[in-house]
Nanobody, 116 residues
């Protein structure tokens, strides 16, 4: 499984960005898709996850501001980020998980910079 992330960039505080992650295989064979982020000097943290059934889960820090969604016809997952804050600045990584047996896959990171 290969993942291609895109959509990062520079945005002002309060602005919006949409990240995209395209998979090389049918999204239907993937159990869950997720976005993680890693700021300099910090660990990589889960931001949002969407299951194959469409259930979404968010880190508390982004609830109400970020929305994860999937377009099955395009084998693509999106992360709509609104009301961005400087603390949202990080490298965002797309992640795919398959269960039974468990495997996970990572895309290349896409940098999000939020100016204050």
């Amino acid at each position: 499984v290969q993942l291609q992330a895109s959509g990062g960039g520079l945005v002002q505080t309060g602005g919006s960005l949409t990240l995209s992650c395209a998979t090389s295989v049918s999204i239907f064979i993937i159990s869950a898709m997720a976005w993680y982020r890693q700021a300099p000097g910090k660990q990589r943290d889960l931001v949002a996850l969407i299951s194959s059934g469409g259930s979404a889960h968010y880190a508390d820090s982004v609830k109400g501001r970020f929305t994860i969604s999937r377009d099955n016809s395009k084998n693509t997952v999106y992360l709509q980020m609104n009301s961005l804050k400087p603390e949202d600045a990080a490298v965002y990584y797309c992640n795919a998980k398959r269960y039974n047996p468990y495997n996970e896959y990572w895309g290349q990171g896409t940098l999000v910079t939020v100016s204050s």
